[in-house]
């Protein structure tokens, strides 16, 4: 299936010489994209760019040499001076000069017969290395070239620097790329000749080289033509593959669904509050799409709680109306059950019968739920991944939606398409992704916007408070409680590779159970499903007011009535986390507040991530925010964060490329739809190089 061309670059890395497992292994954790589900390949190797270069093109003659600067120096070898016998500790000095003065190399425990033939007396040679003033008088130790002054040719001058992590050395990944780099085939041209030359793109291969082989640093430079080009091929291959999808599933075309809105005015009738504007104005474009007899694609983007559920439910209301079945799928069990919590008794009384099923219905109420299903007595079904896998069959899925969509992927929507016949679409996302990300992350789809938040709410107070204050929060937090407010406390997950201790949830509990004792309760992802709902119930009906949580509660748990948010490591979660996080409170009509618990010191992005939470609570304004942030190329982990899901393309450089890149996808797609022709074959290779061979999977199938 895969061409055997790329054969090569799907080799494990351990194919190389010198990648061990070891080696492999600290290789993995720079790899820029996700290989979670796999070891890394010879091919992600070609996608670890650098950072930044080692200039070496300085050249300034020993006596201005300045110290601590990096060098290149054209010497003449005098004289070795080894150590004395039996004292290793005294290093082994090769002196040389210039015409402006005379310099030391010294060497720690060095090999006398290699430094021999590197630096024969009375040769001409090129060093390069960091210069060090010892004493008033020049030396370098280890010099990182060493080269005879007529083989300086091969001296990388200008060397690229790769973004490491601890036990993997510069070299050992340079030559793990270079290796990459060459098993690379000669690839055909995939680009759109008029896109490459109006761009002037060099090809793929001189591209990749440049950006490995700099000769400048600023070919390094994300504004560089070989930078734009990868950032091109990645958006192209992301851009493509998402109207590979588009495309299939438009030409199952769908059917018009109408109803006389006796079933939504019921929904309607018993809402306890009025729908804010936008929500009317997302139902009414929704429900337009589902009269349509093309199939509705559509996003329904709200910040966190701005409504989107009961958007939801009349969206699912009108296909019921239309004599078919809709499915809502949550990310989490507690998200699936909360969303049946909520909408069951609006639900009954509208006359719509609605059932769970997530992987942990099991037995006798398994059995029923998948019998109501497929014999279409049941009209709305709620519920996890496990909606679309093997063994559940629909009587006439019409309408799928898709909660917190951000969260799934491509193989997941198409899941859920082959569940029905054709069925319409809804993704609902609470990530306030800025418009150019809409397109990265899910191509040319509808967008309907929740603007605005429902009336009554009031603005949450967010303040900013360091660990060392723990106290403090704690007296108040007892105030709090006496006062019959709720609190979440928020804990970051711990990984084991982090070397900063974190406080886990569980460590937290313990600490606040003998100062609030019954009060406190604990949820966190390894709890078994039933015990995750018995803590979360527990918090909703108030016999528990502090919940203890890791951030499984992160994506839409609804408990109205909570009004204090401790987020515990602020500095450790991005701005989107925050945002999101923040939003589980100022949902009811009492005043809120967020403590963002914090180490210090705070670096500086940390820092301005805290300032930003402080100053606004608009979920756009922050995520246009975050990726300001994210720009300035901040290091998250041992790993350096680009635009999520990309490996090379930075939004915030290349966003330009990005329209083009749907544009060509489109466009070619319209003529060639199966990838058949000359440019089309090398598309494909595009799309397994950066991944989404997952849409060529559709093709075949297609
Ligand atoms: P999200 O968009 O984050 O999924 P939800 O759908 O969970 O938000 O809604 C958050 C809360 O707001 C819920 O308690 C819901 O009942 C309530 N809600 C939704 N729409 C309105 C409205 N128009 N007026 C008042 N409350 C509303
Ligand atoms: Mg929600």
Same mark, same amino acid.
């Given at each position: 299936?895969?061409? @055997?061309?790329?054969?090569?670059?799907?080799?494990?890395?351990?194919?190389?010489?010198?990648?061990?497992?070891?080696?492999?292994?600290?290789?993995?954790?720079?790899?820029?994209?996700?290989?979670?589900?796999?070891?890394?390949?010879?091919?992600?190797?070609?996608?670890?760019?650098?950072? #930044? &270069?080692?200039?070496?093109?300085?050249?300034?003659?020993?006596?201005? *040499?300045?110290?601590?600067?990096?060098?290149?120096?054209?010497?003449?070898?005098?004289?070795?001076?080894?150590?004395?016998?039996?004292?290793? #500790?005294?290093?082994?000095?090769?002196?040389?000069?210039?015409?402006?003065?005379?310099?030391?190399?010294?060497?720690?425990?060095?090999?006398?017969?290699?430094?021999?033939?590197?630096?024969?007396?009375?040769?001409?040679?090129?060093?390069?290395?960091?210069?060090?003033?010892?004493?008033?008088?020049?030396?370098?130790?280890?010099?990182?070239?060493?080269?005879?002054?007529?083989?300086?040719?091969?001296?990388?001058? &200008?060397?690229?620097?790769?973004?490491?992590?601890?036990?993997?050395?510069?070299?050992?990944?340079?030559?793990?790329?270079?290796?990459?780099?060459?098993?690379?085939?000669?690839?055909?041209?995939?680009?759109?000749?008029?896109?490459?030359?109006?761009?002037?793109?060099?090809?793929?291969?001189? *591209?990749?080289?440049?950006? %490995?082989?700099?000769?400048?640093?600023?070919?390094? @430079?994300?504004?560089?033509?070989?930078? /734009?080009?990868?950032?091109?091929?990645?958006?192209?291959?992301?851009?493509? #593959?998402?109207?590979?999808?588009?495309? !299939?599933?438009?030409?199952?075309?769908?059917?018009?669904?109408?109803?006389?809105?006796?079933?939504?005015?019921?929904?309607?009738?018993?809402?306890?509050?009025?729908?804010?504007?936008?929500?009317?104005?997302?139902?009414?474009?929704?429900?337009?799409?589902?009269?349509?007899?093309?199939?509705?694609?559509?996003?329904?983007?709200?910040?966190?709680? #701005?409504?989107?559920?009961?958007?939801?439910?009349?969206?699912?209301?009108?296909?019921?109306?239309?004599?078919?079945?809709?499915?809502?799928?949550?990310?989490?069990?507690?998200?699936?059950?909360?969303?049946?919590?909520?909408?069951?008794?609006?639900?009954? !009384?509208?006359?719509?019968?609605?059932?769970?099923?997530?992987? /942990?219905?099991?037995?006798?109420?398994?059995?029923?739920?998948?019998?109501?299903?497929?014999?279409?007595?049941?009209? +709305?079904?709620?519920?996890?991944? *496990?909606?679309?896998?093997?063994?559940?069959?629909?009587?006439?899925?019409?309408?799928? +939606?898709?909660?917190?969509?951000? /969260?799934?992927?491509?193989?997941?929507?198409?899941?859920?398409?082959?569940?029905?016949?054709?069925?319409?679409?809804?993704?609902?996302?609470?990530? =306030?992704?800025?418009?150019?990300? &809409?397109?990265?992350?899910?191509?040319?789809?509808?967008? @309907? !916007?929740?603007?605005?938040?429902?009336?009554?709410?009031?603005?949450?107070?967010?303040?900013?408070?360091?660990?060392?204050?723990?106290?403090?929060?704690?007296?108040?937090?007892?105030?709090?409680?006496?006062?019959?407010?709720?609190?979440?406390?928020?804990? =970051?997950?711990?990984?084991?590779?982090?070397?900063?201790?974190?406080?886990?949830?569980?460590?937290?509990?313990?600490?606040?159970?003998?100062?609030?004792?019954?009060?406190?309760?604990?949820?966190?992802?390894?709890?078994?499903?039933?015990?995750?709902?018995?803590?979360?119930?527990?918090?909703?009906?108030?016999?528990?007011?502090?919940?203890?949580?890791?951030?499984?509660?992160?994506?839409?748990?609804?408990?109205?009535?909570?009004?204090?948010?401790?987020?515990?490591?602020?500095?450790?979660?991005?701005?989107?986390?925050?945002?999101?996080?923040?939003?589980?409170?100022?949902?009811?009509?009492?005043?809120?507040?967020?403590?963002?618990?914090?180490?210090?010191?705070?670096?500086?992005?940390?820092?301005?991530?805290?300032?930003?939470?402080?100053?606004?609570?608009?979920?756009?304004?922050?995520?246009?925010?975050?990726?300001?942030?994210?720009?300035?190329?901040?290091?998250?982990?041992? /790993?350096?964060?680009?635009?999520?899901?990309?490996?090379?393309?930075? +939004?915030?450089? %290349?966003?330009?490329?990005?329209?083009?890149?749907?544009?060509?996808?489109?466009?070619?797609?319209?003529?060639? =739809?199966?990838?058949?022709?000359?440019?089309?074959?090398?598309?494909?290779?595009?799309?397994?190089?950066?991944?989404?061979?997952?849409?060529?999977?559709?093709?075949?199938?297609?």
């Amino acid at each position: 299936m895969r061409p @055997s061309l790329l054969d090569p670059l799907f080799a494990p890395i351990t194919a190389l010489d010198g990648v061990g497992p070891k080696v492999a292994g600290l290789i993995e954790k720079v790899v820029a994209t996700d290989i979670s589900d796999r070891g890394a390949r010879v091919g992600d190797l070609l996608f670890v760019l650098p950072h #930044s &270069v080692i200039d070496r093109r300085n050249r300034p003659g020993i006596a201005y *040499a300045a110290e601590g600067a990096i060098v290149t120096l054209e010497l003449r070898v005098d004289r070795h001076q080894p150590p004395p016998r039996g004292n290793r #500790s005294v290093p082994y000095r090769v002196y040389a000069h210039d015409d402006t003065g005379e310099i030391a190399l010294t060497f720690f425990h060095a090999h006398a017969e290699w430094l021999a033939k590197a630096l024969p007396e009375g040769e001409q040679v090129v060093v390069s290395g960091r210069m060090e003033w010892f004493n008033g008088r020049p030396s370098m130790v280890h010099p990182d070239h060493i080269a005879r002054a007529g083989d300086a040719e091969g001296l990388p001058l &200008v060397e690229p620097v790769y973004p490491l992590t601890a036990g993997l050395s510069v070299k050992v990944l340079r030559r793990a790329v270079g290796q990459g780099l060459s098993r690379l085939p000669q690839l055909p041209e995939w680009l759109d000749a008029d896109i490459a030359r109006r761009q002037s793109f060099p090809t793929f291969h001189d *591209a990749l080289d440049r950006i %490995h082989h700099p000769a400048d640093p600023i070919d390094l @430079s994300p504004d560089s033509v070989a930078w /734009r080009r990868l950032a091109y091929d990645e958006f192209l291959a992301g851009q493509l #593959s998402l109207a590979l999808v588009r495309n !299939r599933v438009r030409r199952l075309s769908g059917r018009p669904l109408s109803g006389d809105g006796s079933i939504v005015e019921r929904v309607r009738a018993a809402l306890p509050y009025r729908l804010t504007g936008s929500q009317e104005t997302a139902i009414a474009e929704i429900h337009a799409d589902l009269a349509e007899p093309e199939r509705m694609i559509r996003l329904l983007q709200g910040d966190v709680g #701005s409504g989107k559920t009961v958007v939801a439910l009349l969206a699912m209301a009108r296909a019921v109306e239309a004599g078919g079945q809709a499915a809502l799928m949550a990310p989490t069990e507690i998200l699936a059950r909360q969303h049946l919590a909520s909408l069951a008794p609006l639900a009954e !009384r509208a006359g719509i019968r609605i059932a769970i099923l997530t992987g /942990r219905e099991k037995g006798r109420e398994r059995t029923d739920t998948l019998k109501g299903l497929a014999d279409g007595s049941i009209d +709305i079904v709620v519920g996890t991944h *496990a909606l679309f896998q093997e063994p559940v069959v629909y009587h006439d899925l019409v309408l799928a +939606i898709v909660d917190e969509q951000h /969260r799934f992927g491509v193989h997941q929507r198409l899941a859920i398409t082959a569940k029905g016949d054709a069925p319409d679409m809804l993704v609902m996302t609470a990530t =306030p992704i800025p418009r150019t990300l &809409v397109l990265t992350a899910f191509g040319d789809m509808d967008v @309907s !916007r929740l603007t605005e938040k429902p009336a009554g709410r009031l603005p949450i107070r967010t303040v900013t408070l360091p660990l060392e204050r723990l106290d403090e929060l704690i007296v108040r937090m007892r105030d709090a409680i006496r006062d019959g407010q709720k609190v979440y406390w928020i804990c =970051p997950l711990v990984e084991e590779s982090d070397e900063i201790e974190l406080m886990s949830a569980e460590d937290r509990f313990a600490m606040l159970k003998p100062a609030f004792g019954g009060n406190v309760g604990l949820v966190h992802g390894r709890m078994k499903g039933a015990e995750k709902d018995e803590a979360m119930r527990v918090f909703k009906d108030g016999e528990t007011r502090i919940l203890v949580a890791t951030t499984v509660i992160e994506v839409g748990v609804d408990v109205p009535d909570a009004t204090i948010i401790v987020i515990e490591h602020a500095e450790r979660f991005g701005l989107a986390q925050l945002h999101q996080l923040r939003g589980r409170v100022g949902r009811g009509s009492k005043p809120s507040t967020c403590v963002l618990l914090y180490k210090s010191p705070l670096g500086q992005t940390a820092k301005r991530r805290l300032s930003v939470m402080r100053e606004t609570e608009n979920g756009f304004v922050i995520s246009e925010e975050d990726l300001k942030l994210r720009g300035e190329g901040e290091l998250l982990g041992t /790993r350096q964060s680009g635009t999520p899901g990309f490996q090379v393309a930075r +939004i915030e450089h %290349h966003a330009d490329l990005l329209e083009t890149a749907r544009d060509d996808a489109r466009q070619f797609l319209a003529e060639d =739809p199966e990838l058949q022709s000359e440019r089309g074959a090398a598309l494909r290779l595009l799309l397994y190089l950066f991944g989404r061979d997952e849409a060529v999977r559709l093709l075949r199938a297609g």
